[in-house]
């Protein structure tokens, strides 16, 4: 690359500034979370790691919440919601994007109206339905509204319909069932769309924090969200900055561990399936 | 937690009257927001396992229910989805609003069951708390953790200024006057601004409220819930003050400043003068390095603030047994 492209290189600098803005609050949780407890200066607002680090915001986060059992609550939450998920919504993209059925369109216009709902309106009568079930209080209770997603029926449906009719007509032609099609032909084609699903899926149920605060009474059903919030909010007086950045840190990493470990499969199934 | 809530609280939990031998513990929960810093939820469930340790017959849990905002929401889910809690601690601008709605039950009559008089009840409580919790004839909330807005002021920086840090400014124009004095400027740029406002969701309402107040005028009427004064003359001078402390004198940031961000910049002594719940005084006196002090909210015409902070409430749907387990939670 011998002359500088004028218009590749500002590109990278309107990339470069994006990418500031975008991580500096990540920057600043990571350093804040190591920075010895200080309020005298105005050090704690600052993105440069001028100290020697130390582990005492993270031990006094850990001494704060039951983190063990919360981690274990919101993977609960987040798997059992995808697995019943991925069940419901790969059936229902299924039906709607290649069974015939009279109301088929009525219904599908119908599942994307839901996306329009302000998930918080719908609290109260949410909660109703979820006593009257007996799920008050359970962690089954903080999933259940979730197993059917309009989203992740829409997602299926657009991405069934990209794959071509023929290898079902050859399964078919092979004596297969709907079934045996939907099982053997149709999901492993459509992995990158359930893939991105997933990711959206999880990392929504893993950062929620109203609708199980709704739900959950007990300590010992609590999300990590409603842990981490019960010793970092406080109204009426300033911040440990330092503990709410190791608490904050300690809620991403796993998050942020996944993504690195995956980043390609996963910037794949969002080119794929074009989730943004 | 001031010291005063906290000993409220330990008084609630230490002196709560047994219920009598009942065969096997209700279980009761008690929502409880975290309006203060630090581990208050595991302190709060050090508390409850003291209590339980006291009363074999109650089992209670409390249930940390996110901010004010948020533990009202659940609250009021909770009532509708027909799960009561037995008890919650509810920001005292809400127990209006529920009691408009049929939907906490008076205290009178647990009050009464124990062989006290509604007045001696409340005259546990300072005078100034009562209006929060008795009100349309009956006690409606028990005064858990009440605050007010405080004046804190950095005396080093006072001094400096030639300021008298025993005698902070009592009015209006004593206050402009200090704010002007330790605002410090280099060029345009304000080193340090003389006085700082939380500008926050709900934060600013109650400054607003306290300095309608010192002006001689309401904010609402107490009398007939919902009914509020937000174009009195006297709310107008409130906001003339502030307006102008921020844009004529410019001895205070414009714009949204957040409530912590007001601390910590009293802390990093970027704030010379900043309006602060009572409910910050432990905090400060813990992280504050300089020497600080504490006045009322200067006045205009009075000397006068809202009563923020929460009350112990009980909704109504609770079985007897619920309801005195709760009753014996609250009251002390």
């Not at chain 1, 409603?226 to 990493?253: H, N």
């Not at chain 2, 402009?176 to 004095?181: C, F, H, L, M």
């Not at chain 2, 600013?204 to 609402?220: E, F, I, K």
Request: proline share 6%.
């Amino acid at each position: 690359m011998g002359r500088a492209n004028p218009a590749a290189l500002l590109a990278l600098a309107a990339l470069s500034a994006v990418v500031l803005v975008w991580s500096t609050p990540l920057l600043w949780m990571a350093i804040a979370a190591f920075r010895p407890q200080n309020f005298g200066g105005l050090d704690m607002a600052s993105l440069w790691p001028d100290f020697v680090p130390t582990l005492d915001n993270f031990a006094e986060a850990l001494d704060s919440a039951d983190f063990p059992l919360l981690y274990l609550n919101t993977v609960v939450v987040c798997l059992g919601t995808l697995a019943v998920q991925l069940t419901t919504v790969t059936l229902a993209g299924y039906a709607f994007a290649r069974l015939r059925f009279p109301g088929k369109e009525l219904v599908f216009y119908g599942f994307l109206l839901q996306l329009m709902l302000v998930p918080p309106i719908l609290i109260v009568p949410n909660l109703v339905t979820i006593t009257r079930l007996g799920l008050y209080d359970s962690l089954l209770g903080v999933m259940a509204p979730y197993f059917a997603s309009a989203f992740g029926v829409f997602l299926m449906r657009q991405t069934f319909r990209t794959i071509p009719k023929d290898f079902e007509e050859a399964a078919i032609v092979d004596g297969a069932t709907w079934w045996q099609l939907v099982w053997r032909v149709l999901v492993p084609l459509a992995r990158p769309g359930m893939v991105a699903f997933g990711i959206v899926s999880v990392v929504s149920h893993w950062n929620e924090f109203l609708w199980p605060l709704m739900v959950v009474s007990t300590p010992d059903n609590q999300t990590l969200t409603i842990g981490l919030a019960s010793f970092t909010m406080g109204a009426e007086s300033a911040s440990q900055w330092g503990v709410i950045a190791a608490g904050t840190f300690l809620v991403a990493a796993p998050l942020l561990a996944a993504f690195a470990l995956f980043q390609r499969q996963f910037v794949n199934s969002f080119l794929f399936s074009g989730v943004k | 937690m001031s010291r005063i809530a906290s000993a409220a609280l330990a008084a609630a939990l230490t002196l709560g009257i047994g219920s009598g031998a009942a065969l096997a513990a209700t279980d009761i929960e008690m929502f409880f927001p975290v309006p203060v810093e630090g581990k208050l939820a595991k302190e709060m469930k050090n508390l409850m396992d003291r209590f339980n340790a006291e009363h074999p017959d109650i089992k209670a849990t409390a249930v940390y229910t996110g901010s004010y905002d948020e533990t009202n929401i659940k609250t009021r889910a909770a009532i509708k989805a027909g799960r009561p809690p037995a008890a919650v601690i509810m920001s005292a601008n809400f127990v209006l609003e529920y009691q408009i709605n049929g939907e906490i039950q008076p205290l009178d009559p647990l009050i009464q069951a124990d062989g006290q008089t509604p007045d001696a009840f409340m005259g546990k409580f300072w005078p100034a708390l009562h209006g929060n919790a008795r009100f349309a004839g009956k006690v409606w909330a028990a005064p858990f953790h009440n605050s007010t807005p405080l004046l804190y002021f950095n005396a080093d920086h006072f001094k400096a200024a030639g300021l008298d840090p025993n005698n902070p400014p009592k009015t209006w124009a004593e206050w402009v006057d200090a704010a002007r004095k330790l605002t410090v400027r280099d060029g345009d740029t304000v080193k340090r601004y003389g006085l700082m406002l939380p500008g926050n969701y709900d934060y600013l309402g109650w400054v607003m409220t306290a300095l309608t107040m010192s002006n001689g005028g309401l904010y609402y009427n107490p009398e007939f819930g919902g009914e509020v004064y937000y174009d009195t003359p006297s709310m107008l001078g409130a906001l003339t003050l502030v307006d102008n402390m921020a844009h004529k004198y410019k001895v205070m940031p414009d714009g949204v400043t957040d409530g912590k961000a007001v601390s910590t910049a009293f802390f990093a002594g970027q704030a010379s003068m900043v309006v602060l719940s009572t409910g910050s005084l432990s905090f400060i006196r813990q992280n504050m390095k300089d020497h600080y002090g504490v006045a009322f909210v200067p006045r205009n015409l009075r000397n006068a603030v809202a009563i923020g902070g929460a009350s112990l409430i009980m909704p109504k749907g609770l079985s007897d047994e619920r309801k005195q387990a709760s009753w014996t939670l609250t009251s002390g």
